[in-house]
């Protein structure tokens, strides 16, 4: 052991420790520890995810897998980190952003049902254990060569401190240790490159690759089959990665998300073609190699002089741990989200201290699996293996799917996910599977979880056709629609939608009250949105994509409404005062049950206008759910002469979407309170309309 570096060890854990309890603060909600209160700008957000995506794999397995084959080594770990982060920019981040949701369960229950909400979260706690297993083997491997120390106390003694400080101060602390860290890792490898191209050339790297009769030591694409699979693998696992949603939720902004984002690229190219640099240039010095010993170890512990040594050597620490840091907080979230908070719902009256718990059983698992894998690449493989097979499929489908589809998602995670297991079950010894290895196994898997899932969804459209209620079997029941009847819905499905899209994207919108409806969704709670007939011109449009479940009529006008809204994601409800609303009533009920949303006009669908009906009353005291009034108001507006005093607004405008105050209703009111709940929601209700109204007076 060289105790100056053993004694740098342990300067750099308590400088980290120092740093992450210096930004610690008194929190009161799981959105304050897991999203930093959403309030992350641009910069933050490049710090926090540079730090994530740059670890072990980057720092170790990249050098020596460059080393061994040269310039192609980029394709392993460096494209598909750049790669995942340009996709998340360009087609992901607004719409990431907007969700209403925390972790990736809370919208596969709003697009998949709960069954299938279960099954995806023990997937990502999985995912998310082999992720921070990979970074502490690392950890592990690296000081037990470098310091000669044991594995399993490397691995406790970095674990413990990126627990402090990820316990105390959540995602705030990971962030501001971040910073510290990406200036260090930035530094060291800058000056391993230095220090090598003055110890060898390009020229001596040829000539050297030549004696070894390594060809396509400088071919870019020299064994691209193999890499191309994990290129592949890594890919689609972090795109959907809990981390890379984590991190896109905690933006203040979208515009904030995608400038970090875009940063980040930037910055990982660099990074990356630096560290293949590193490997490639080292070749001369190493012609046989490193052993089972890291090439960045090596140069650090015994070829370099202390000061570039020591600089390295924490720029490897740096580089491990902020990963480290991250899996953990993120990995917690998805823990206490998504299992605990379900399976314990009094978890959430304690918010922070079960956050808490969530991080200390993540390091627990992590470091469980630790012991057992201690190969980093394949660690790391097998955790984008369960993402890339079990979730990729259902989870991007589920970004643009326009209706609720249970059965398609069950069976595209039980196809790939299975897969996956019996593929982690093999690489673990503790079955005979016979199935290819990683990453061979990605396209088999990746395959049988789109096969599910598009036999399901072929079986519910099926099932849909026939299915009375749904808007298609309305309308093929509508056999006295007129030519003009029908070519009205077309317009209003093809030509209409993409007219009212322009329309309101033209105008500049500003989101008044939405922190307490924001708060209320994040935590799960159901939520009733009221909103008076005259005013919803603009509820198509503002809640689309969602997951939000509207009633509409199932008369020919409810026909042309519904042919407008299902092309925008929501759960379509057809019902009115006849038999088909008691079961509409049902669905309504299920829904806020598990913690949906759901759209109502308590005036509708016939007036009196602003006359508030009984409808909303039952439904919150019947289900616990909150009810939030939702109105607008526009700076040049237009009045119709309707009986409901129909609202519209001209293009280019100021547009407000205001939300008011959470209503709550106390559970099994009793039926002599109903009429007085009605009349004071009534009151409230024209009240808060009358204030929206003057908004832009």
């Not at 298609?472 to 077309?490: N, V």
Request: overall charge positive.
């Amino acid at each position: 052991m060289r105790p100056e570096f053993f004694g740098l060890f342990v300067a750099y854990l308590v400088l980290l420790l120092a740093t992450g309890l210096a930004f610690a603060r008194r929190m009161k909600s799981a959105e304050d520890f897991f999203l930093a209160g959403k309030r992350l700008g641009a910069g933050l957000i490049f710090i926090s995810l540079t730090a994530s995506w740059f670890g072990a794999t980057s720092m170790l397995v990249s050098t020596d897998e460059a080393l061994r084959g040269g310039v192609s080594a980029i394709w392993i770990v460096g494209m598909p980190a750049v790669l995942t982060v340009i996709v998340l920019a360009v087609f992901f981040a607004g719409r990431l952003h907007r969700l209403p949701v925390m972790t990736w369960s809370d919208l596969v229950e709003l697009r998949y049902g709960r069954l299938v909400r279960h099954l995806t979260s023990v997937l990502l706690v999985w995912y998310m254990a082999l992720l921070a297993a990979s970074q502490m083997a690392a950890l592990g491997l690296f000081l037990e060569g470098f310091l000669s120390v044991s594995y399993g106390g490397s691995l406790a003694a970095g674990a413990a401190v990126v627990l402090v400080y990820s316990a105390a101060g959540g995602l705030r602390s990971v962030v501001r240790t971040d910073f510290l860290q990406v200036v260090l890792l930035t530094a060291g490898v800058s000056a391993l490159l230095i220090w090598v191209s003055g110890q060898s050339s390009w020229a001596a790297t040829a000539a050297a690759a030549f004696d070894a009769g390594k060809a396509g030591y400088f071919d870019l694409f020299d064994g691209f089959g193999t890499k191309a699979l994990m290129l592949l693998s890594f890919t689609l696992a972090w795109t959907i990665s809990p981390i890379a949603l984590q991190r896109i939720q905690a933006a203040r902004s979208a515009k904030a998300a995608r400038k970090g984002l875009w940063a980040t690229a930037a910055a990982l190219l660099v990074l990356y073609l630096l560290i293949v640099g590193v490997g490639t240039l080292s070749l001369p010095l190493f012609p046989r190699g490193t052993g089972d010993r890291p090439l960045v170890a090596e140069i650090a512990g015994r070829e370099a002089g202390f000061a570039l040594g020591g600089l390295v050597f924490v720029a490897v620490l740096a580089a491990i741990l902020s990963t480290l840091d991250t899996a953990m907080n993120a990995g917690a979230l998805v823990l206490n989200r998504d299992i605990i908070n379900q399976a314990f719902p009094d978890s959430r009256n304690r918010p922070v201290l079960w956050a808490r718990t969530a991080t200390v059983i993540m390091a627990v698992l992590a470091f469980l699996v630790a012991l057992k894998f201690r190969n980093i690449l394949k660690t790391i493989g097998l955790s984008s293996e369960i993402m890339a097979e079990g979730f990729f499929v259902p989870g991007a489908a589920m970004l643009v799917l326009r209706r609720k589809r249970p059965l398609a998602g069950l069976l595209g995670i039980a196809f790939g996910g299975g897969f996956a297991v019996l593929s982690f079950l093999g690489a673990a010894g503790i079955v005979r599977s016979g199935l290819p290895v990683w990453p061979h196994s990605v396209p088999y898997g990746l395959a049988l979880g789109a096969a599910g899932f598009f036999w399901g969804l072929l079986i519910e459209k099926r099932r849909e056709k026939s299915r009375p209620g749904t808007f298609g079997a309305i309308f093929d029941k509508m056999g006295s629609m007129t030519l003009k009847e029908k070519f009205r819905l077309w317009l209003i499905q093809k030509p209409g939608k993409i007219l009212i899209w322009l329309w309101m994207k033209a105008c500049r919108w500003t989101i008044v009250g939405g922190e307490p409806y924001q708060a209320l969704r994040t935590d799960g709670r159901p939520v009733v949105l009221l909103v008076w007939h005259g005013k919803i011109f603009v509820v198509p449009f503002f809640f689309r994509r969602r997951g939000i479940m509207p009633l509409v009529s199932p008369s020919k006008d409810g026909e042309f409404v519904a042919r407008l809204m299902d092309g925008w994601g929501y759960k379509l409800l057809r019902g009115s005062g006849s038999h088909p609303m008691k079961a509409a009533w049902l669905e309504m009920k299920k829904e806020l049950s598990a913690g949906g949303e759901v759209i109502i006009v308590p005036d509708g669908p016939r007036g009196p206008d602003r006359k508030f009906k009984l409808g909303g009353v039952k439904l919150a005291t019947e289900t616990g759910a909150v009810l939030v009034p939702f109105s607008f108001s526009a700076r040049r507006k237009k009045i119709l002469r309707s009986w409901d005093r129909f609202e519209m607004f001209f293009p280019f405008t100021k547009v407000a979407a205001v939300y008011g105050e959470p209503i709550e209703i106390p559970l099994g009111l009793p039926p002599d309170r109903l009429e007085e709940e009605r009349l004071r929601l009534e009151k409230i209700m024209v009240e808060f309309d009358a204030a929206v109204d003057r908004h832009f007076a």
